[in-house]
């Protein structure tokens, strides 16, 4: 059983920057694709970038594109989230999830691990 747990968020200022982690055990990291999501205070929750098992291939929400950089470290099975020029719209819980196939990863249902998520506040 895959476990998945967060850490990284916080209060910060609009225009600040803040790098979120996820630490992965209990399977072979390398094969997952991972994926991070948001929800936001009476939203659903939402896509915001995916990256492959061996790092090469990265997706954005169109929301985040830019200002986000998603990343991982597989010989530490962590995979990174680098949240830039921070919004008071950017407050949400943020989850990381794994286990996603190719052409599945903006799909919430294509995952099987996920972790409780980190709260980030973004104050204006």
């Known amino acids: 059983q895959v476990q998945l747990v967060e850490s990284g968020g916080g209060l910060v200022q609009a225009g600040e920057s803040l790098r979120l982690s996820c630490a992965a055990s209990?399977?072979?990291?390398?094969?997952?694709?991972m994926g991070w999501f948001r929800q936001a205070p009476g939203k659903e929750r939402e896509f915001v970038a995916a990256?492959?098992?061996?790092?090469?291939?990265?997706t954005y929400a169109d929301s985040v594109k830019g200002r986000c950089t998603i990343s991982r470290a597989n010989a530490k099975s962590t995979v990174y989230l680098q949240v830039d020029s921070l919004k008071p719209e950017d407050t949400a819980v943020y989850y990381c999830?794994?286990?996603?196939?190719?052409?599945?990863?903006?799909?919430?249902?294509?995952?099987?691990?996920w972790g409780q998520g980190t709260q980030v506040t973004v104050s204006s």
């Open positions: 999830a794994g286990g996603a196939p190719v052409g599945s990863r903006r799909l919430q249902s294509a995952y099987d691990y």
């Open positions: 209990g399977g072979d990291f390398a094969r997952y694709g």
């Open positions: 990256i492959s098992g061996n790092g090469v291939i990265t």
